[in-house]
């Protein structure tokens, strides 16, 4: 056992020594000693770590103290770590702030070095570019304000000259590309330009013509007037008919003609004047600098070949109105002035041969002709043989564009006499119309028979006349010719047009009573005048009316039939008020008795018949022919009134809706009657002879007495004799009546069964209902 311990405390320090990689064989050596050494051997390892448990305990009582020190001091190290941290945390925030103006200043400084070296390139550059960049500028402007022959020159030197110095650069090769479209760009402009011109001259072609026109018969009038002035004669024989034309009227028509210039007096203007010929001068010269000038004459032609096939062709409503010709022919002028024009301005554009062409074809077209030489040198002796060809039509024209002119006169017109305050008014209107009457009082203010129209439509059948007579002066006619076409023209005047516009105005809604009274006052006005109308046309013609050929004016029937026209329809506008009137009658047909005074809606249907009446006497009339025309058109109204009013109400008895009539409404009917008739005998229209009027309601009154004084016995034993006092009851009438009051008494009378004075009336009227069927059947059998 001693000589294991020793053996043991040597394995202990090999344990103790040894790597633990090679401790394995000494623990080996343990287990492979003496039974229960290894029990021996824990043991003595036990004992062992005890041994150091106790030196470790005593090294650290004695370092413990040392080891809390330095704890501690640890401990206030680290405080002052935390604050040396936070300082060197804000130095280096400090030293960064810093740090940034230095870095941004250092940044500015480079890029501004470099930026310096690239404006010294850039300047260096844009000095050799600069002159290639001015010339395109210039090259633009001249674009932009339309200088476009200035523009190409400045190409041209931009390609020979500028382009090649800077060709390495890319804007360089964009402008020599660009250089060829904006060529073909002004090409297009100035082609546009032209499109746009040739619009114009087509849209204003027909003021071009009218104002050469109007220069050219300006110049005619006025050589015309030198030479009648001064009674020269050039020796031609030129209608010595319209020669003839005004001579009593010589001082007059010249003192017109000076006027006229005096008021419009202008300038004279050329076609240079009136149209902007630049756009055409710009696309020749264009044309012509860029090689392409054969091109544009042939598409100016081209164009302008369509252009005068449109001018030519006349619109389908040409026809109709006078303007419509004048434009016509306003544009046909217009156009060859302007091609005239080009012919003497340009060279080459358009040639001799070319405006005679267009003109010969023009000459084959042209369906109307021009009144006087276009004054351009084109001939126009071919035109005149066409014109008598369409006097007809021009004459259509004509008459259409006075029925306007009549309708615009009708419709102003207020339909009342004309006042005249003293003799310049006086003068004023007779000067416009021949009103005559000597019987007229010449006192002052006063107030003329007819309204304003009438003075009105009597200068426009003058001016009719003149336009007829302008138009005339160009058919190399006789004098006896033209007064016929006149008298014949006018005729149609008047039974055509001056008679359809009549005949409208007089159906027009707003025409009312008081105007068409004041309508057959005109018409008697304008039929007396057509007398000063035919001396009118033969002062102008110089043709006698006694002549054997010269046509009369028959238009007096135009008048006439506007009168029986106008009468009927103030009968049927009386007639349509009667009926209004009538539509608001309110009868209590089952009323026990009258209210003992008229109704309300006939007393105001009196009040206005009365009234209208009495506006046909107080009418002005310049003599008594007038005065029996109004009284005549007023005798006939009333009676046609007083006709339709009884006419009306014995319809209403009758009707067929009304079933049942008592004798209290039977009543109160007799007291409207009653003042129809008071109404017919109180003279309402002079003239009447005796009770004819009254007449108008002696079938309502025999009807109405019959009924109210009960006389069947005397109505059935007279019936059929001329002396009986109901002579004008039908008995179908009575017999309708006596039926509604039948059923009105069966209705109204309940207890008729228990009063002996009702059942013998109600056998009376059955007795007398039987009898009137008999007459009924005996007269439809007899008929």
């Known amino acids: 056992m001693a000589e294991s311990l020793p053996e043991h405390d040597r394995i202990l320090q090999e344990i103790e020594s040894t790597d633990t990689a090679c401790v394995g064989p000494t623990l080996r050596s343990v287990y492979d000693d003496q039974p229960n050494a290894h029990q021996k051997f824990m043991e003595k390892l036990d004992a062992c770590i005890r041994n150091h448990d106790r030196e470790i305990e005593k090294m650290c009582n004695f370092h413990h103290q040392g080891f809390v020190d ?12 935390e604050k040396l941290k936070v300082q060197v945390t804000d130095t280096n925030r400090r030293l960064q702030d810093a740090g940034k103006e230095v870095i941004a200043q250092t940044e500015e400084i480079i890029r501004c070095r470099v930026q310096q070296r690239n404006i010294t390139t850039v300047v260096e550059k844009l000095q050799l570019c600069l002159p290639v960049l001015e010339m395109y500028s210039k090259l633009k402007e001249q674009m932009s304000v339309k200088r476009y022959y200035s523009a190409l020159k400045t190409m041209e030197q931009l390609e020979n000259l500028y382009l090649p110095r800077v060709s390495q650069y890319r804007f360089c090769q964009i402008m020599i590309e660009n250089l060829p479209k904006l060529r073909e760009e002004i090409k297009e402009i100035s082609m546009s330009d032209l499109k746009d011109f040739l619009e114009s ?196 024209t004509l008459l259409k564009k006075w029925s306007g002119l009549f309708r615009d006169i009708f419709e102003a017109d207020n339909y009342s006499p004309i006042p005249v305050a003293n003799e310049e008014e006086y003068r004023i209107v007779i000067s416009k119309f021949p009103f005559q009457d000597p019987e007229l009082d010449k006192s002052f203010p006063k107030k003329l028979p007819m309204s304003q129209s009438v003075p009105q439509i009597y200068m426009q059948v003058k001016e009719f006349i ?17 007064d016929d076409m006149l008298r014949k023209s006018t005729n149609l005047l008047l039974t055509r047009t001056l008679s359809s516009c009549l005949q409208n105005l007089i159906k027009k809604p707003h025409i009312g009573l008081t105007e068409l009274v004041q309508i057959i006052i005109n018409t008697t006005h304008l039929e007396q005048a057509c007398k000063y109308l035919e001396d009118f046309i033969s002062n102008i013609t110089n ?84 005065a029996a025309m109004s009284g005549k058109v007023a005798q006939t109204a009333c009676m046609s009134a007083c006709q339709h009013l009884s006419m009306s109400l014995m319809q209403m008895l009758l009707d067929s809706e009304l079933k049942q009539i008592s004798m209290g409404a039977i009543q109160q009917f007799n007291l409207d ?111």
Not at 473 to 482: A, F, K, N, P, V
Request: aromatic residues 10%; neutral net charge.
């Open 70 to 81: 330095a704890i501690t001091e640890l401990l206030k190290v680290r405080a002052d770590a």
């Open 201 to 396: 001259i087509r849209k204003h072609s027909d003021r071009i013509g009218e104002t050469a026109m109007k220069q050219a018969q300006q110049q005619k009038t006025f050589s015309t007037a030198l030479q009648k002035q001064n009674n020269v004669n050039y020796g031609r024989n030129m209608h010595l008919g319209r020669n003839r034309i005004l001579e009593s009227k010589n001082e007059i028509t010249l003192k017109r003609t000076f006027e006229d210039e005096d008021e419009h007096e202008e300038e004279v203007l050329t076609a240079q004047d009136l149209v902007d010929f630049s756009p055409v001068y710009r696309c020749l010269h264009i044309y012509s600098v860029l090689g392409d000038g054969e091109i544009f004459e042939n598409y100016y032609r081209k164009q302008r070949r369509k252009q005068a096939r449109l001018v030519l062709q006349p619109q389908s409503s040409m026809h109709e109105t006078v303007e419509g010709y004048r434009r016509y022919f306003s544009q046909i002028v217009g156009f060859f002035v302007v091609e005239d024009h080009i012919l003497h301005v340009t060279q080459g554009l358009v040639t001799r041969t070319y405006t005679d062409e267009l003109w010969n074809m023009a000459l084959s077209k042209i369906i109307a002709v021009l009144r006087t030489h276009s004054g351009y040198g084109f001939p126009v002796n071919r035109l005149f043989d066409l014109l008598f060809e369409i006097r007809d039509q021009y004459n259509e």
């Open 466 to 482: 003149y336009a007829s007579l302008k138009f005339s002066e160009s058919l190399h006619r006789s004098s006896t010719e033209i």
């Open 543 to 626: 043709i006698s009316q006694l002549t054997v050929h010269t046509a009369r004016l028959y238009g007096l029937s135009t008048f006439k039939d506007a009168r029986h026209a106008a009468e009927g329809e103030i009968y049927t506008k009386l007639n349509q008020k009667i009926d209004e009137f009538i539509q608001i009658a309110d009868y209590d047909w089952t009323m026990s008795e009258s209210d003992g005074r008229a109704s309300g809606y006939l007393m105001d249907l009196i009040n206005f018949l009365r009234s209208t009446f009495q506006v046909f006497t107080h009418l002005p009339h310049n003599n008594n022919d007038h």
């Open 673 to 783: 009657v009653i003042q129809c008739e008071l109404f017919a005998s109180s003279e309402p229209v002079p003239g009447f002879q005796g009770d004819t009027l009254q007449l108008a309601f002696i079938d309502l009154r025999q009807l109405l007495d019959l009924f109210m004084v009960w006389d069947w016995s005397t109505y059935l034993a007279d019936y059929g004799q001329a002396t009986s006092k109901y002579l004008r009851v039908n008995p179908s009438t009575a017999l309708t009546l006596l039926e509604k009051m039948k059923d009105s008494s069966k209705k109204n009378n309940i207890f008729a069964q228990f009063r002996k004075n009702d059942r013998d009336k109600q056998k009376l009227i059955e007795t007398v209902v039987k009898q009137l069927r008999s007459l009924v059947n005996g007269m439809s059998q007899h008929t």
